[in-house]
């Protein structure tokens, strides 16, 4: 797919509405109309540290039918912002030129079915705990004008930008989490006391790093030797750092695991099952 210019289309125009105040334009606001925006499939998007996340949008676009939308000098699409359309405070902008297919015309409009990939990347895209929430959608064009001299000594680059919204149901955005756990001792006697720690930690975007997660509710697992599935033990609370513990008696070979369900800013997660022997 084509890439979106860099500094035209979206780095320019949209990120530029968070930070001045919106200026008059003296060019006629096209009749464009966005509709049935779906955003990650209506998932939410967990984030970690590193990874840059693809989150895929479709969406229906109607819009006048001398309208030429050609991505050089004319952009439509739907991006992903916290705050108001006036002054986002943080957003997402499509990676690619949208693809769409003619769905219906009339004399007057053009009805297309649109897909594309927005980016969310935790190093550039994501700036605090804050941005764990729901961002809303909205359909945006703009279009741009630039001139060169020829001579290195002097450019001009205009643009135009509306946005409509919000749209659609949004999406929410999650901090990714990460949890271990292990079983000691092993082997054990069978009777014999089990101890299985762990940590819960989850992803601080503004750190860049994991840390902990304290005060949320884990489930001890259990999965006896030879068999595939495995049934809760007990539920155990996350202290300082995150740190897991709790205690269980030895019955039968098995892998023992934690598991956290997520809330509403934060991924679920669950850790590597780990054997134990019991002799």
């Known amino acids: 797919m084509r890439k979106l210019a860099i500094g035209i289309a979206a780095s320019g125009a949209l990120a530029l509405t968070g930070l001045v105040a919106p200026v008059a334009s003296a060019t006629t606001t096209p009749d464009l ?20 996340v693809k989150v895929p949008v479709t969406y229906t676009l109607t819009h006048p039918s001398d309208l030429t939308i050609d991505y050089q000098t004319t952009f439509a699409g739907v991006l992903l912002y916290r705050g108001t359309l006036s002054r986002m405070t943080n957003e997402a902008e499509p990676e690619d030129v949208p693809t769409c297919t003619t769905t219906a015309t009339t004399d007057t409009t053009v009805t297309e079915s649109c897909k594309e990939t927005l980016v969310i990347a935790p190093d550039d895209t994501l700036y605090s705990a804050a941005d764990a929430t729901t961002w809303k959608a909205a359909g945006l064009y703009s279009t741009m004008d630039r001139d060169e001299d020829g001579s290195d000594g002097h450019i001009h680059i205009g643009y135009d930008f509306d946005a409509w919204g919000p749209l659609g149901s949004g999406v929410q955005v999650k901090r990714a989490a990460k949890l271990t ?23 601080d975007w503004e750190a860049g790093k994991y840390t902990g997660y304290t005060s949320q509710k884990a489930t001890l697992q259990f999965r006896a030797k030879g068999t595939n599935s495995y049934t809760p033990v007990k539920t155990v609370t996350s202290g300082t ?20 369900a997520g809330t509403a800013t934060t991924g679920s997660a669950t850790a590597p099952g780990d054997f134990i022997d019991v002799r």
């Open 33 to 52: 109309v966005f509709s049935a925006v779906t955003v990650n499939n209506g998932k939410a998007v967990t984030v970690g540290t590193t990874a840059a």
């Open 181 to 203: 756990a292990d079983a000691a001792p092993e082997p054990v006697k069978k009777g014999g006391t089990i101890t299985v720690t762990g940590k819960l930690t989850r992803a």
């Open 241 to 260: 750092g995150g740190a897991l513990k709790t205690t269980t008696k030895a019955t039968k070979d098995g892998y023992y695991r934690y598991v956290f």
